[in-house]
């Protein structure tokens, strides 16, 4: 096992082709400085709402390394065709047992195993088992295997988020990543030696609705009536990311960075 620290970079949830061009030309742009592990929510890169096999293997292209993803993972039907053969792809853990696709994997960067596992929150999202009871045997029997395990807490309430992700500290967690509002929180932390962020942003369409047209998202407030929502489309794009460096041995994280270019 190397003894270099590991560098893994976080990206907040993709909106459409703009969120997911904005990962690609990051990614190109910042070759000197690729980190080990690349991770990505991908729940909304497939025009807002769930992931195509087609975006997957794009993605994959990009030399992202890890997807995870949230309530949105199942909108698009041909999901139920390849994700249980999408082995870089996890859908949330606490689905009932039965449900296609894995809640978390086992990745390897320079001969250094990485756990990762996606969790749904409870509060104001869609009925879901509990994140407190089989996620977290899950993230005990991941840390028997490697001390590095990463968090994607797909959740909309920051106390749920807060409180789960102190529990997660206890038990050995290294970094943990809240996703779903898309809005990045500036309040990066350490958290008994995990990195903590309450929520990664997006990347997407700079001047939309947290990635959506601004005029369907209107509408919707404005009349109540059910619109469909769309992609914003604007030439402006925004990157929200988290960059951590966590200690191989000891699964410590040492520094947590937000990244945020326009």
């Known amino acids: 096992m190397s003894s270099a620290d590991i560098k893994i970079l976080f990206f907040g949830d993709l909106v459409g082709k703009p969120g997911r061009f904005a990962v690609r030309d990051y990614l190109a742009q910042n070759k000197k400085m690729r980190p080990d592990f690349v991770i990505a929510n991908v729940e909304n890169a497939s025009h807002g709402f769930g992931l195509t096999e087609k975006n997957y293997n794009e993605l994959l292209g990009y030399g992202i390394n890890c997807m995870t993803s949230g309530n949105h993972i199942w909108d698009k039907k041909d999901i139920f065709n390849y994700i249980d053969s999408a082995d870089k792809l996890i859908r949330p853990f606490n689905y009932p047992e039965g449900v296609p696709g894995a809640g978390s994997g086992i990745f390897e960067a320079g001969g250094v195993k990485i756990a ?147």
């Not at 409870?122 to 009925?127: A, D, G, H, I, S």
């Not at 990195?195 to 407030?221: L, N, Q």
């Not at 769309?230 to 040492?254: F, L, Q, R, W």
Request: overall charge negative; aromatic content about 8%; charged content about 20%.
């Open 116 to 262: 990762v596992i996606n969790i749904l929150g409870q509060v104001f999202m869609n009925l879901i088992n509990s994140p407190w009871q089989g996620a977290v045997e899950e993230i005990k029997r991941l840390k028997e295997i490697t001390p590095i395990v990463i968090v994607d807490f797909h959740a909309e309430a920051t106390a749920e988020k807060l409180c789960f992700a102190r529990h997660c500290s206890e038990l050995g967690v290294s970094a943990f990543f809240g996703t779903h509002t898309h809005v990045q929180t500036a309040d990066e932390t350490i958290i008994n030696n995990m990195a903590y962020i309450t929520d990664a942003g997006f990347c997407g369409a700079a001047d939309g609705i947290i990635g959506m047209d601004y005029k369907t998202s209107s509408s919707r407030f404005t009349t109540g009536l059910p619109e469909r929502h769309e992609v914003a489309a604007g030439a402006s794009v925004i990157t929200n990311a988290v960059e951590v460096e966590i200690k191989p041995d000891t699964g410590y994280a040492v520094k947590i960075r937000r990244v945020k270019p326009l």
